[in-house]
Nanobody, 122 residues
C-alpha cells in the first residue's frame, strides 16, 4: 500500500556533494519511520540513516558528520544529503519505510524502493 521511488544517484567525483530523494505514495499517513540503506557489491545491506515523524534521526557511525537525513511531510519525500563523498560510499542506496496498516487491527509492514546507484570515482 506504500510505493517508494528513489532518485538522484549517479556518477560523482570523490569529495563532491550529492542529494538523494525518496518520494512516497499510497498510504503515506500510515508511515511512522523512513530510512536509507545501502548495499555495496558483495556486501550485506546496511542501515545508513533513519527519521521518524517527530524528526528524530539516527545515523550509522560510518556516515556521521557527512550524511544528513531530512523529510518534507507536505511533499511525502525524504532526502539524504551526502557531503565529501568517498569511494567507499559506492553502493545501491535504498529507501525504506515502516508503516502500520489497518483500521482496527494494525499490522507492521516494511516497504522498499527499487534503489538508486551511487558511484564515486577518484
Amino acid at each position: 500500500q506504500v510505493q517508494l521511488v528513489e532518485s538522484g544517484g549517479g556518477l560523482v567525483q570523490a569529495g563532491g556533494p550529492l542529494r538523494l530523494s525518496c518520494a512516497a505514495s499510497g498510504s503515506t499517513s500510515s508511515i511512522n519511520v523512513m530510512g536509507w540503506y545501502r548495499q555495496a557489491p558483495g556486501a550485506q545491506r546496511e542501515l545508513v540513516a533513519t527519521i521518524n515523524r517527530g524528526g528524530s534521526t539516527n545515523y550509522a557511525d560510518s556516515v556521521k558528520g557527512r550524511f544528513t537525513i531530512s523529510g518534507d511531510s507536505a511533499k511525502n519525500t525524504v532526502y539524504l544529503q551526502i557531503n565529501n563523498l568517498k569511494p567507499e560510499d559506492t553502493a545501491v542506496y535504498y529507501c525504506n519505510a515502516e508503516a502500520l496498516i489497518g483500521t482496527m487491527v494494525k499490522v507492521l509492514r516494511t516497504y522498499w524502493g527499487q534503489g538508486t546507484q551511487v558511484t564515486v570515482s577518484s
